[in-house]
T-cell receptor, first 116, second 111 residues
């Protein structure tokens, strides 16, 4: 079946603009994760959803970042009033169970965000 | 705070050689993941190690986990060019879903 998809794949925006990044997880996957990956580094956790519930948003850098998953499937990560330091690859992952059980996370191709 | 350290961060080797990548972590965990990332591509799951002493092998790659030493190794046997990539280990915090990632080991295998 189809893997995790993300859109757009590339986003260039001007400082101060809002952006919305979309993630479509693997069908049937309960858990959804957002990560940010800087060049040459490992992914950094941002937030986690179990179905539609946002279980943990401790990794969101500040209140300009928010995420939602209203119907327990597609998720949107929104960055308001973007700043140059927000430039990075934003990755989404989904897993079948998540939570207390071990569970393999499957990653999407990412959205490369560039803030000018 | 859980910290994950990989070494080396960069490795250049010849085809046919053996080498090991190390992943150390700072607090208790019994779940560790290895991922591969090709340039410009996404992260591909390689191994999931769930308990002390776990060993998994796929082709020329073998991963092991020692939870007492808080150490996982990824061993490459008779390397081939196609294995060139960046390899990440990620540790799951106890009773938690969060993965804490190492910085990655960039592996270049010269033909």
């Amino acid at each position: 079946g189809a893997g995790v998809s993300q859109s757009p794949r590339y986003k260039v925006t001007k400082r101060g603009q809002d952006v919305a990044l979309r993630c479509d997880p693997i069908s049937g996957h309960v858990s959804l994760y957002w990560y940010r990956q800087a060049l040459g580094q490992g992914p950094e956790f941002l937030t986690y959803f179990n179905y539609e519930a946002q279980q943990d948003k401790s990794g969101l850098p500040n209140d300009r970042f928010s995420a939602e998953r209203p119907e327990g499937s597609i998720s949107t990560l929104t960055i308001q009033r973007t700043e140059q330091r927000d430039s990075a690859m934003y990755r989404c992952a989904s897993s079948l169970i998540g939570g207390q059980g071990w569970d393999e996370q499957f990653f999407g191709p990412g959205t490369r965000l560039t803030v000018l | 705070e859980l910290k994950v350290e990989q070494n080396p961060l960069f490795l250049s080797m010849q085809e046919g050689k053996n080498y090991t990548i190390y992943c150390n972590y700072s607090t208790t965990s019994d779940r560790l993941y290895w991922y591969r990332q090709d340039p410009g591509k996404s992260l591909e799951s390689l191994f999931v190690l769930l308990s002390n002493g776990a060993v998994k092998q796929e082709g020329r790659l073998m991963a092991s986990l020692d939870t007492k030493a808080r150490l996982s190794t990824l061993h490459i046997t008779a390397a081939v060019h196609d294995l060139s990539a960046t390899y990440f280990c990620a540790v799951e915090m106890d009773s938690n879903y969060q993965l804490i990632w190492g910085a990655g080991t960039k592996l270049i295998i010269k033909p």
